[in-house]
């Protein structure tokens, strides 16, 4: 059983990628979402040197440019952003599987067989039960539409089931029962990975108390246990979107508060603190109570990558605190590590 972030592509989330431990990486199958942003001048050129720079040699990125238009950007007959992406990733040594949906075009399905021919690292098929999804229900019709054009057989393809975001203990059974409800049918096909995700972290910290930790209930994690519970078959592998909300980010304005999602068993204990001090110096007072809380690990700063660099800020061993990119980092660094352990010692998230 794997664990599949899916992940905002972003600075922080690739940094917390480039220093997974091979433990970390041997448990997890990694799922990239590019997020529009029109303060870059070339978005998929930005999101490609990250990945070349800070994605560990061999790593497979599992890649989805659902988020962007579907425009040419190549010359020639073909040339939209998955093109794009599969050539210039190729050409950086970074192994990539692209991901499509039942519903794609033509014209996208043809640069996601192409990519997945240059790249022979498989296809992901990604299927939306999440509330308010307008999209129709992959039929056999479909399905058997989407192999043929992908040239695919179903175990060159993963399935990942994205039950989106889930709030409430009413999201939780009514989610898991679409989860059950497709999965009846999507499972009739023999594919190559099956994984179950939703997202249960907060679009944004706006609200949450200042000065404390405040828990945030891990409900994708109970909502994976729910449909394991009624699950036909093999245990699906599970899937989240770490310490970010499903939806995509709108566009970043000003300085967040210092802030830290620490990721503990059932809860994120979520630590925002106001702005006193110059530059970001509240962040040193954050990791202080945080390494002196209950929530702080036995294994402390071995517990990942992230977790070092909060015990160097408790301790005033670094001459800044960082800012936005680092702490999402950091907290990305904590949360892969924490699930890929729970998954392989326990076998739940």
């Not at 992959?138 to 192999?147: A, T, W, Y």
């Not at 989610?175 to 009846?184: C, D, F, Y």
């Not at 106001?274 to 929530?295: A, E, K, M, Q, W």
């Amino acid at each position: 059983m794997a664990y599949v972030p899916i992940l905002k592509g972003k600075a922080g989330e690739f940094l917390a990628l480039e220093h997974t431990t091979p433990e970390v990486r041997s448990g997890i199958r990694p799922v990239m979402e590019i997020v529009p942003d029109l303060s870059l001048r070339d978005l998929l050129e930005t999101f490609c040197k990250h990945a070349m720079e800070r994605v560990p040699k061999g790593m497979v990125l599992t890649v989805d440019c659902g988020a962007l238009p579907v425009e040419r950007v190549l010359e020639g007959d073909s040339g939209g952003p998955m093109m794009r992406l599969g050539e210039s990733l190729g050409q950086r040594g970074v192994l990539m599987c692209p991901v499509v949906r039942a519903t794609d075009s033509d014209d996208v399905l043809s640069e996601v067989a192409y990519v997945a021919e240059q790249h022979r690292q498989g296809v992901c098929l990604r299927v939306s039960v999440a509330s308010g999804s307008d999209k129709p229900d992959p039929d056999e019709r479909l399905i058997r539409r989407l192999l043929c054009a992908l040239q695919a057989e179903p175990e060159e393809v993963d399935l990942l089931i994205d039950a989106g975001s889930v709030q409430s203990d009413a999201d939780t059974d009514v989610l898991a029962g679409r989860v059950i409800e497709r999965s009846h049918d999507l499972l009739r096909w023999p594919w190559r990975h099956q994984c179950v995700a939703s997202g249960a972290f907060p679009f944004n910290l706006t609200g949450f108390p200042r000065g404390q930790t405040t828990a945030v209930a891990r409900k994708d994690a109970q909502l994976w246990k729910r449909v394991v519970g009624r699950w036909d078959g093999e245990r699906p592998d599970f899937g989240d979107f770490g310490v970010t909300h499903p939806r995509m980010p709108v566009q970043s304005r000003g300085t967040p508060d210092p802030n830290m999602r620490y990721t503990t068993t059932d809860n994120w204990q979520v630590f925002v603190y106001p702005r006193i001090r110059s530059g970001n110096d509240d962040f040193f007072t954050l990791s202080h109570d945080l390494v002196s809380s209950p929530y702080w690990p036995p294994t402390g700063p071995h517990t990942s990558w992230g977790d070092a660099r909060i015990h160097e800020c408790a301790h005033r061993q670094r001459p800044k605190a960082g800012g936005g990119r680092e702490w999402r980092a950091w907290a990305t660094s904590h949360h892969l590590a924490v699930v890929t352990s729970n998954l392989s010692s326990h076998g739940h998230p």
